[in-house]
Nanobody, 121 residues
């Protein structure tokens, strides 16, 4: 499975961005998640969505501002980000196929290459 993340960019604080993660090579019939990593920091859990899309969980720092969704017909997972803050600046990674606690990056088998999100103040 190959994951391709896209949609990052530069946005002002308070703005919005929508990230996409497209899977190829196999249908995305896995749990999927988004993580992020800022310079000098560990990779941080952002959001996770179940295989069917009917269950999702969020990191405390993004709860109420970000929404994870998926379209299994398109093999794509999305992350809608609103009310962005400068502290949301990071490289965002999509991941799939969870085999351990959902908030651990090491629990996921497949990873995308990352897309940069920069929020200016």
């Amino acid at each position: 499975v190959q994951l391709q993340a896209s949609g990052g960019g530069l946005v002002q604080a308070g703005g919005s961005l929508n990230l996409s993660c497209a899977a190829s090579g196999r249908t995305l019939s896995f749990v999927a998640a988004w993580f992020r990593q800022a310079p000098g920091k560990e990779r941080e859990f952002v959001a996770r969505i179940s295989e069917s899309g009917d269950n999702s969980v969020y990191g405390d720092s993004v709860k109420g501002r970000f929404t994870i969704a998926r379209d299994n017909a398109r093999n794509t997972v999305y992350l809608q980000m609103t009310s962005l803050k400068p502290e949301d600046t990071a490289v965002y990674y999509c991941a799939a196929s969870q085999s351990g606690p959902y908030y651990y990056a090491s629990s996921y088998v497949y990873w995308g290459q990352g897309t940069q999100v920069t929020v200016s103040s």
